[in-house]
DNA sequence: CATTAACCTTCTACTATAATAGGTTAGTGG
DNA sequence: CCACTAACCTATTATAGTAGAAGGTTAATG
């Protein structure tokens, strides 16, 4: 699969906070009640967009989780990228791995390159105020 | 990873083969070596090529490997997507899952269903012939 | 100061990846 | 016809990621 439960429940987490935190915090367990997943499990993932700064979380009563940034300035791409632990076409395009001796005269190569950028526009176009939006307008 | 060792192999595999068995069969040890791979590995990878009926194997003296078709019919998205086991977007989009609840008012799903698309558009512009040109002319 | 809800650590079952080992079958040439 | 060759086949292994579940701790709030 080329994204994991991980970034699909991801997007579908911001997408509900920021439907339902126009006013407030969203709790997790409001959450996973209308997303239908474990509280448990979306804990887990929440928890990996708060260490990056895209959602922040606060205790207490009337506590919960909200969006960092405006819906409109993030998009399925941060979400994914985020949460997608080894998200790159092949392991040559993992800028931590070890370069590859066969670098310069790979012909595939440029073809996974040319896919990354792709796959990086495509996502960055559809912004969490747009999908959120969506969702409210049915 | 969006593509294993296992695509990116397959690919320079099937390469390898249109580049060097234009007049006959290509071995297995030879393809090994000529890409530095091993050659057990590559046994398992290629097997599923053949599988698949993308690649033909003859036994015995002066056998090896040779393409099914012609390099030109053969697309960088056949090889990919026969040797990555759930070549998916997303769960939803594999034909044999359960069809989700949400389909019809799920937001993100118009999206995972374009990037599928995208996706398949992208390395089917890519044929096997003029990749291994690309070698040759090195 | 009790309640609430996020935060944190650990554990588990399961599956895929990335191989390795060793034996079997089928063509070819002498 | 027989030895050689090279594909074919089955089984096993280590490692790591996915998809959760369990239970306790900390910090706001009223």
Redesign the pocket.
Known sequence: ?VV??????ALRVVIDIAKYGKNG???????AERQG?????L??I??ML??KGL???????????KLAKDAKEITAWDIISVT???FYVV?CMDPNAPMCDRVDKCVTLPMWKDFSVEMEKFFKKYTIAELAEKELAQ
């Open positions: 699969m994991s439960t991980k970034g699909r429940y915090y969203v709790t997790l367990s409001g959450i997943l474990s509280e448990k499990y804990e887990s929440i928890k708060v260490q959602v922040i979380g606060l205790r207490g009563k009337n506590g919960g989780y997608e632990n080894d392991a």
